[in-house]
C-alpha cells in the first residue's frame, strides 16, 4: 500500500497542487511535537526535491522554534475526495525572514498578507504516499480569511509587537528566530 519515492514528479506535484490543506509537523529533541493545519495559497513546489511555504502570523510559532534545534520537518496531504490518498513530505527545512538573501525570490510567489512572518525552505529527502483508505470525505467550501482580515486590520506594527507578546518563545520555552 505505501509507496517511497526519491522526489516529487510531476503526477505527485499535481497532486500537491489540488490540495486546499497541508499539515506541517517538527519537533525539537525535547518537548511537544507540533502539527499545524496550513491553508490558503501557502505552499509551493520549486523542484524535484524542494518546497517553500509561507507561514503567516499565528498564535503560536512552533516550526520556527523546532527548527533552531532541529531542521528536521514532515509535510502531509490528504486527499477528501473520490480518489483517497495521503501524501508525505520528509527532509529538512531552513527558515527565511524578511529581508534575508533568499527572502524576494520565495516571497514573489505568494500572493501578499499583512502577516507575513517566515517561509520555509524544505529540502525534499523522501516522498510516500499511503492508500488513504481511512480517511472521509470532506466537501472543500472555500478558504476562511478570518486570519487575512485580523492581520490587515493589526497593520505591519501592530503584527509586530503581536510578534513580542506571543511569537517570541514556543510553548515548551524555546526561543523562536523573531
Known sequence: ????????????????????????????????????????DSLKVVGPNRVVWLNLTGSGNESAAHLMQQNRMTIMFCSFDKNPLILRLFGTAETLHEGDKAWEKWDALFPAHAGKRQI?????????????????????????????????KKG?????????????LSLDGFPTDL
Request: glycine letters at 6%; one cysteine or more.
Open 1 to 40: 500500500m505505501a509507496k517511497q519515492f526519491p522526489s516529487i514528479d510531476p503526477k505527485i506535484q499535481e497532486f500537491i497542487e489540488k490540495q486546499q490543506m497541508f499539515f506541517v509537523a517538527t519537533a525539537a529533541a525535547d518537548g511537544r511535537i507540533n502539527l499545524s493545519p496550513k491553508g490558503l
Open 120 to 152: 520555509f525552505d524544505m529540502k525534499v529527502d523522501l516522498v510516500q504516499s499511503s492508500c488513504g483508505f481511512g480517511v472521509p470525505f470532506y466537501e472543500y467550501l472555500g478558504q476562511r480569511d478570518t486570519l487575512l482580515v485580523w492581520a490587515d
Open 156 to 168: 505591519k506594527e501592530g503584527i509586530k509587537d503581536y510578534w513580542d507578546e506571543k511569537n517570541k
